[in-house]
């Protein structure tokens, strides 16, 4: 079945530095990539997403590319920042529901001043 | 109210108890889903209701029931649940599967 893989599943770095988190994904039909941060006892919040017509896109720190053929997304956090600490969850749509979404496991991102 | 709400934020039921989770979306979205987040799991789709139609029921067992009475409005029946079932659950609606906004969450302990 579908699934999609995040790495690394923690991830540690100080203040300023810049954070990388990876995933693939199975589905070749899959279409819509967004990524969520999730803090302590809250929903997931989407923080930026991209189509599978766009390469990169950017949203001030925030950046998310897209390698269509190698079925790989990224997304990069520069200067980070403490309040950035939290889990954060790729997703990829899935072709057969044309709606739904599937999630990596997440990465616990901690910032340290 | 804005957004996506869920009520109510935490429940304990036994395993021979009814509840029902409710979900209403603020957003004008056209589909609304159910996951389930459990500790060191990804989020598992449970259901999928678009323009109010169930279209995806992702291997769930009968003793969660799904119910859309409007594009606006989601519940999630639940009856005999088992230990194993505990977890966050989590409503979400969406424009045509984008947009995607998730609510807090209804934290569900069955003892």
């Known amino acids: 079945g579908e699934n999609v893989e995040q790495h690394p599943s923690t991830l540690s770095v100080q203040e300023g530095d810049s954070a990388v988190i990876k995933c693939t994904y199975s589905?070749?039909?899959?279409?819509?990539f967004p990524w969520y941060k999730q803090e302590l006892g809250k929903g997931p919040q989407l923080i930026i997403d991209?189509?599978?017509?766009?390469g990169e896109k950017k949203d001030q720190r925030i950046a998310v590319t897209l390698n269509k053929t190698a079925k790989h997304f990224s997304l990069h956090i520069t200067e980070t920042q403490p309040e950035d600490s939290a889990v954060y969850f790729c997703?990829?749509?899935?072709?057969?529901?044309?709606?739904?979404?599937?999630f990596g496991k997440g990465t616990t991102l901690s910032v340290s001043s | 109210e804005t957004g996506v709400t869920q009520t109510p934020r935490h429940l304990v039921m036994g395993m021979t108890n009814k509840k029902s989770l409710k979900c209403e979306q603020h957003?004008?979205?056209?589909?609304m889903y159910w996951y389930k987040q459990s500790a060191k799991k990804p989020l598992e789709l449970m259901f999928v209701?678009?323009?109010?139609?169930?279209?995806e029921n992702n291997s769930v067992p009968s003793r969660f029931s799904p119910e859309c009475p409007n594009s606006s409005h989601l519940f999630l029946h639940l009856h005999t649940l088992q230990p194993e079932d505990s977890a966050l659950y989590l409503c979400?609606?969406?424009?045509?599967?984008?947009?995607?906004?998730f609510g807090s969450g209804t934290r569900l302990t069955v003892v």
């Open positions: 979400a609606s969406s424009q045509y599967g984008y947009g995607y906004t």
């Open positions: 589905d070749s039909a899959s279409n819509y």
């Open positions: 991209i189509r599978s017509n766009v």
């Open positions: 997703a990829a749509s899935i072709g057969r529901t044309g709606t739904a979404l599937i």
């Open positions: 957003l004008g979205h056209n589909a």
């Open positions: 209701y678009s323009l109010e139609e169930r279209v």
